[in-house]
């Protein structure tokens, strides 16, 4: 098994393009979730999905859009890309919602707004 | 919403001293508790959890942490560490949705 995969690995984007960060899961989890991760923050939940076809948003939605089309796969589209942006996104999913049971983490992707 | 703070944001210690990484939350709903490690460029491990029943928890490199729900923590402990242990730890509280906190980098040192 491949796990969590995310692609790509590094992004740098120009104030106002548009992007889309993949993530896969080969492990039939039913949740997913996108956080972003900045220094001195932690961890913050951006959206998640409890199945195919639903979605919701997390603590900090706003500027992200998210579907889930598939099982496997729950990309991250950056709409208009700001500097605040700035960040290492992962991609978890679990069998429980949150990981009652785990929580399997992707690499990340490392993105620079400029 | 729930909130976790870790209240070291770094603690170097030496190789085979005892660490204790604080961790306290707050929620108004009943929570599960976890440590998540990350090593330097990698994504999030799950160290150890809390769902329910006894509430000292270990994990198989061990560490322990205890849940102490009057004081509403949830402290990582090692009574002697590695110098493989040096990542950081991150407290994660679940109740409506998912919470983490600020991350606790841990140096150990020769």
């Known amino acids: 098994n491949a796990g969590v995969t995310q692609t790509p690995k590094f992004q740098v984007l120009k104030t106002g393009q548009s992007m889309t960060l993949q993530c896969a899961q080969d492990?039939?989890?039913?949740?997913m979730s996108w956080y972003r991760q900045d220094p001195g923050m932690g961890l913050r939940l951006i959206h998640y999905?409890?199945?195919?076809?639903?979605?919701d948003q997390g603590e900090v939605p706003n500027g992200y859009n998210v579907s889930r089309s598939t099982t496997e796969d729950f990309p991250l589209r950056l709409l208009s890309a700001a500097p605040s942006q700035t960040s290492v996104y992962f991609c978890?999913?679990?069998?429980?919602?949150f990981g009652a049971g785990e929580q399997f983490f992707g690499p990340g992707t490392r993105l620079t707004v400029l | 919403a729930q909130s976790v703070t870790q209240l070291d944001s770094q603690v170097p210690v030496f190789e085979e001293a005892p660490v204790e990484l604080r961790c306290n939350y707050s929620s108004s709903v009943s929570v599960y508790l976890f440590w998540y490690v990350q090593y330097p460029n990698q994504g999030l491990q799950l160290l150890l959890k809390y769902l329910s029943g006894s509430t000292l928890v270990k994990s198989i490199n061990g560490f322990e942490a205890e849940f102490n729900k009057s004081q509403t923590s949830f402290h990582l402990r090692k009574p002697s560490v590695h110098i493989s242990d040096t990542a950081e730890y991150f407290c994660a509280v679940r109740g409506n949705d998912m919470r983490f906190g600020a991350g606790t980098r841990l140096t150990v040192k020769p």
């Open positions: 978890a999913s679990s069998y429980g919602q």
């Open positions: 999905s409890v199945g195919a076809g639903i979605t």
């Open positions: 492990m039939n989890h039913e949740y």
